[in-house]
């Protein structure tokens, strides 16, 4: 009987030591994520810009940036919608406002409540770019919408492909309104569509944003054949185990 008892004890630590000496695999979430039909290109008109105010290109790095207020938008090889981005390595700090405030601010000639006004921006202000500090302010298609409710959203995720003889949305013309210092800046931007070629919403992407095959990962309990093995042969000795108890139960009763 004490036999039986250690044979039916090795088959219950055996495995449990094969399953604790495997390293667990972490176990990774996989999604499959929309994309759009077109990607949009944003335009900034650097016609009446301020002395201070640059325009720069997204090969540009931040930190080779120049005193003054810099502004990027989108990198088309890496996002498909609008952005503007905004560097603020000046002393005075920049605020964004809605369109909604831009008749309130833009005078030919400034009146005597001009500083009032400008002080009611920076209460009402969407967004702060603080001065100097070298931060980046991106300004998404959500925010560039709630600056501007004249804009629409034409370009929305989606898993289906575009249809082959798909004509791309017309351009949409809208305005940044910003204060820096005691000069109101109102810089137009178009955007304008083209037609997406690279449209992939079939694919997988980690957490981490890398593309992942389309299949999902078979195995996603994180756990090895042979620590499923093991896990196996580990209930198959407690089945014995409690057989044996239950056998011996009835023997003496």
């Not at 105010?53 to 990198?75: A, C, K, R």
């Not at 709630?146 to 013309?173: G, K, M, R, S």
């Amino acid at each position: 009987m004490q036999r039986l008892w250690r044979k039916t004890m090795i088959c219950i630590l055996l495995p449990c030591g094969l399953l604790a000496g495997m390293p667990v695999q972490p176990v990774t979430a996989y999604e499959p994520v929309p994309d759009n039909w077109f990607i949009e290109t944003v335009t900034l008109d650097d016609a009446g810009l301020p002395s201070d105010f640059h325009i720069y290109t997204s090969e540009t790095s931040p930190e080779q940036l120049s005193e003054g207020v810099w502004l990027t938008t989108n990198n088309l090889n890496t996002s498909r919608r609008a952005m503007i981005t905004l560097i603020n390595r000046s002393k005075a700090p920049v605020y964004v406002l809605s369109l909604e405030y831009c008749d309130r601010l833009v005078m030919a000639t400034p009146d005597e409540n001009y500083a009032a006004r400008l002080k009611m921006a920076h209460e009402v202000a969407s967004y702060l770019v603080r001065p100097g500090s070298g931060e980046m302010v991106a300004l998404v298609w959500e925010a560039l919408m709630d600056l501007d409710h004249a804009l629409l959203d034409v370009n929305q995720a989606t898993f289906n492909a575009p249809p082959a003889d798909i004509t791309p949305p017309e351009a949409q013309h809208s305005e940044l309104l910003m204060v820096y210092g005691e000069q109101v800046v109102l810089i137009p931007f178009t955007i304008t569509y083209t037609v997406n070629q690279n449209f992939k919403a079939d694919e997988y992407v980690s957490p981490s944003g890398a593309p992942e095959p389309t299949a999902a990962p078979e195995n996603k309990s994180g756990l090895k054949a042979g620590q499923k093995t093991a896990l196996i042969a580990s209930g198959v000795g407690w089945a014995a185990l409690i057989a044996w108890l239950v056998w011996r139960w009835r023997k003496r009763h």
